[in-house]
């Protein structure tokens, strides 16, 4: 049975496509067509920066936001003196999130200011111990001690975003490939990609719980909903802008595709994990049609950054052991 989170977002996506009177072409076995590539290429975060008032943003808002971070983005593409000294120590800093050339989500005529539409603050409704261990993640990064201690994107293993699982990946490029007793997701980012088995009833027996878990799917209209369970126990943990997103193997994700236009779906999704947060969240996000194509993501061929960053370690021991010995 749908909870009632969920049975709201249904509703409300289903007025959304109806209202705009747009039916999704057929794949050749009848289905709503979502092949193709897409992008969720956004200024939009997961959660609501500070400065906006509330969840739809004003032009102003949006013109400020904007101004700023297509500022931060010049800044970063912009030309790099050969010359300059390397950054001090702890001042290296991760400008990624701000290589966003798109400006903010529009969803159903409305400028976003975040992808969480509740809880009303746009904010992880996080219980207090599942926040302290969020932030301690974050801490976590600075283990150097072994390949183990490192994040799991970072050995190769997976991209965080689980194969456009949500919340929401943080790298833009996706493809969906249809049949007509599967769909799958396939992410750019660490080459990730979901097989939904559409029609199943049920999930997987609960001693199997594979990366990314998982999901199911079955057509509502011409939404394509993805039910994803059995989260894997090392798998718990999302990548999104600057932030590690928890989750439990409890967890249950339902998603919803719908393609609201000739070049956009609309996607919306629902976390429930009582073992994490305070209550059901939900956000949404738009995809938009790309020619771009979809990049081979060869991580360990050009996984370098692993053994300097443990080569590093290796030198500040060395440098702290150094500064011990001639301690009086």
Request: aromatic share 8%; charged share 25%.
């Amino acid at each position: 049975m749908l909870g009632r989170a969920a049975l709201i977002l249904c509703l409300l996506t289903a007025t959304a496509a109806d209202a705009q009177g747009y039916r999704a072409p057929r794949t050749v076995f009848g289905a709503p067509d979502l092949g193709g590539t897409w992008d969720n290429d956004s200024m939009t975060q997961l959660q609501r920066p500070k400065g906006f008032a509330a969840l739809v943003a004003t032009p102003y808002e949006a013109a400020a936001y904007e101004a700023t971070r297509y500022g931060r983005y010049a800044k970063v593409v912009g030309p790099v003196d050969p010359n300059a000294p390397a950054p001090e120590p702890d001042k290296v800093t991760d400008d990624d999130r701000f290589e966003r050339p798109r400006g903010l989500d529009r969803i159903r005529g409305e400028i976003r200011s975040s992808q969480i539409v509740d809880p009303a603050d746009g904010r992880l409704p996080y219980t207090p111990q599942a926040r302290a261990a969020a932030e301690k993640a974050l801490k976590d990064e600075d283990v150097f001690d072994h390949p183990e201690g490192r994040p799991f994107d970072e050995r190769c293993l997976l991209g965080g975003g689980g194969g456009i699982a949500a919340p929401i990946i943080n790298r833009d490029h996706m493809q969906i490939v249809q049949t007509r007793d599967h769909v799958a997701l396939f992410g750019e980012m660490n080459h990730e990609v979901r097989i939904v088995r559409l029609g199943a009833r049920d999930h997987l027996p609960p001693a199997m719980a594979p990366w990314m878990g998982d999901p199911i799917g079955w057509w509502e209209g011409d939404t394509l909903v993805v039910e994803t369970t059995r989260l894997n126990p090392n798998d718990g943990w999302r990548w999104n802008s600057g932030l590690w997103i928890k989750l439990s193997a409890a967890t249950r994700i339902v998603e919803r595709f719908t393609r609201t236009g000739p070049g956009e779906i609309t996607y919306s999704f629902l976390v429930e994990d009582p073992a994490t947060y305070t209550q059901p969240w939900r956000g949404e996000a738009t995809f938009r049609a790309t020619t771009a194509p979809i990049f081979e993501f060869a991580c360990h061929e050009g996984n370098y950054a692993l053994t300097n960053i443990l080569a590093g370690g290796r030198a500040e021991d060395a440098r702290k052991a150094r500064a011990a010995a001639t301690t009086p």
